[in-house]
């Protein structure tokens, strides 16, 4: 069971979550052994107020990593699709390909029982490329559709980080937008 019910944006649920994933990345950068009665001591609060939340240490960890993928920031305007889905894309890779990166997404797949924090993960990338398509549009050039771009340049990108270990070239990221802008695209 994932017993995570919808938190309120303020109030003492918000605070026991800060303090919580506070705790937990404090933890995690002492590079201690984490258990639920170690992160609740930090956090201040007791084991069963993680335990009813969160179910168990890899739910927690799971939603915390979650957390740890939301972008910061939208994506940056470099004034025309290709420039900017180029550089969204080679970032994204950068930054899902890196330790952190791959520990993250393990994280949040791990304690996913329902599949919620994959689709909040998803959710994210598809948020950052519906920034960059809007813009474009805005800008009167022609656009896939966000499906076209999850497709056939988050998905792929994601089986990499996922499944071949190692660094991963940012020409990769270009060459999938690339392969979006020309083949997939109907002309004008």
């Not at 970032?91 to 390909?97: I, K, N, V």
């Amino acid at each position: 069971m994932s017993p995570r019910p919808a938190a309120r944006p303020g109030g003492r649920s918000a605070r026991v979550q800060e303090a919580v994933h506070q705790a937990v990345r404090e933890l995690q950068s002492e590079q201690a052994a984490l258990t639920v009665p170690l992160v609740a001591a930090r956090a201040g609060v007791t084991p069963s107020t993680v335990y009813r939340r969160w179910g168990d240490l890899k739910e927690l960890l799971s939603d915390v990593a979650v957390e740890r993928l939301r972008p910061e920031s939208p994506p940056a305007d470099h004034g025309n699709l290709r420039a900017d889905l180029e550089h969204w894309a080679a970032g994204f890779l950068e930054e899902m390909s890196s330790g952190p990166g791959r520990s993250y997404v393990r994280d949040a797949l791990a304690g996913d029982p329902d599949g919620s924090n994959a689709g909040r993960c998803s959710a994210y990338a598809r948020e950052q490329v519906g920034t960059i398509l809007t813009r474009a549009v805005q800008r009167g050039e022609h656009v896939p559709d966000a499906d076209t771009v999850m497709d056939h340049v988050v998905a792929p990108m994601m089986y990499r980080v996922l499944f071949r270990p190692g660094p991963l070239d940012a020409g990769h990221a270009r060459d999938l937008v690339a392969t979006v802008l020309y083949r997939l695209m109907p002309l004008p």
